[in-house]
């Protein structure tokens, strides 16, 4: 989580949410980064997660991401849990919740859902006080 915080910092460079994502495969070595860049790119899909898996399909050669993890400091959005489940993640590590938008086992839980053709595996709160922090902070300073 101390790396996808480290992420989450570089998006407040360009005005972008802070939200950091990695994905780690099954032998715990790092397979991809992303943080959100909507902002930045204006690009819509940019978020850390998408572009996290992006990388993480990249670098195996392929778009299943079997046995892998995503640990992503905010729980993913309806689009970033969609994507989990198309790339058949094992395991996704979340830092805080988003009470708001979230749609692995807040508001939504699309990654558990016994309709779709994969589940994920959810651990959730890990570092949770820091990762709510620098979201607070970065709304904060906006009002």
Not at 64 to 91: D, I, K, N, S, Y
Not at 104 to 120: C, E, I, K, M
């Amino acid at each position: 989580m101390g790396l996808a915080l480290h992420e989450a910092s570089h998006a407040l460079a360009s005005d972008d949410v802070p939200v950091g994502a990695l994905v780690v495969d099954a032998d715990g070595r790092l397979v991809g980064t992303g943080r959100n860049r909507r902002e930045e790119t204006g690009d819509p899909t940019a978020h850390a997660e998408v572009l996290a898996l992006r990388q993480a399909a990249a670098t195996r050669g392929e778009w299943r991401l079997e046995g892998c993890t995503l640990v992503v400091t905010l729980e993913p959005c309806v689009m970033c849990a969609g994507a989990l489940v198309a790339a058949r993640v094992r395991r996704l590590v979340i830092g805080a919740w988003d009470p708001k938008a979230g749609a692995t086992g807040s508001v939504w839980d699309l990654v558990r859902d016994q309709r779709a053709n994969h589940a994920v595996e959810v651990v959730a709160g890990i570092r949770e006080d820091e990762c709510g922090q620098i979201l607070r902070d970065f709304f904060e300073s906006r009002r």
